[in-house]
């Protein structure tokens, strides 16, 4: 299978501190992957290497065919067309109402006139409706984000990377201000539009999630990968060695665990 995502011995370090430690990983294209791990194990790192916000301190990262420590002016912007990230928080423009919030997807494809000009008069206002109608919010083209609630919001997100069709798809734990039954409906909306060979990597830290359909799991702990494997290979020893005590303030349930490792 063709690699979209890999890493060739990675480390990160800033400010004397190491995030990544020699990670080495290959991810095929439209692999569906969830990241998880502790607080501070470097999951959003790892994100931000694979979106060219960050680069690393030692090794190589390619992503969609490029090597994105060698990346700049428009080379680099031709690059984050083609990688989508939906961060923690929404990152609405509370100021713009949602159509130019969700057609901000079409600003790498845009000139810098043409994205001035549809700050006072949208463009392609049928391509906004029609990703907002997939995320079951139609009648929101024109409202202003602090007038949605979070679970709106984050589908209006979700509508800007149904916009910008990305070839990589990321996401930095979309769930974590969600109930679980919004949270099952933002991680099934992010496979629907991986659908087309597609590359998902979503950091998450309800472990409730996996049996959503991911085909791997990805542990990390202290900035390393220390378990990688399907979301059956999950059992209750290794998720105990991978979070500690912090265990026991995530809800597994109800995700199936093997009794034992192996």
């Not at 490029?66 to 509370?94: I, K, S």
């Not at 969600?178 to 979503?202: I, K, P, W």
């Amino acid at each position: 299978m063709t690699a979209e995502i890999e890493f060739e011995n990675v480390s990160l370090h800033i400010n004397g501190a190491r995030l990544l430690d020699g990670i080495t990983l290959s991810i095929p294209r439209g692999q569906k992957v969830a990241l998880i791990g502790p607080s501070g194990a470097g999951k959003t790192t790892m994100l931000r290497l694979i979106s060219g916000i960050a680069w690393p301190t030692i090794g190589k990262v390619h992503v969609a065919d490029q090597e994105t420590g060698t990346l700049c002016g428009n080379a680099l912007r031709r690059f984050r067309r083609q990688v989508g990230f939906l961060h923690q928080q929404d990152n609405l423009v509370p100021q713009l109402r949602v159509a130019h919030n969700v057609l901000m997807g079409k600003l790498g494809d845009w000139s810098w006139w043409q994205s001035l000009w549809s700050l006072f008069r949208p463009r392609q206002v049928d391509v906004a409706l029609a990703a907002l109608e997939r995320v079951e919010l139609g009648n929101r083209l024109w409202a202003l984000p602090d007038e949605l609630s979070g679970g709106e919001q984050q589908r209006v997100a979700l509508a800007r990377l149904l916009v910008q069709e990305p070839r990589v798809v990321l996401a930095d734990e979309p769930v974590s201000a969600l109930d679980v039954r919004l949270g099952r409906a933002v991680v099934q909306q992010l496979f629907q539009l991986v659908a087309q060979e597609r590359t998902l990597v979503v950091s998450l830290h309800s472990l409730s999630l996996l049996d959503e359909g991911f085909d791997r799991i990805l542990a990390m702990r202290d900035g390393r990968i220390v378990h990688d494997g399907p979301p059956s290979s999950l059992s209750k020893k290794l998720l105990q060695e991978v979070y500690g005590a912090e265990l026991a303030q995530i809800d597994v349930s109800p995700f199936h665990l093997a009794d034992d490792e192996g």
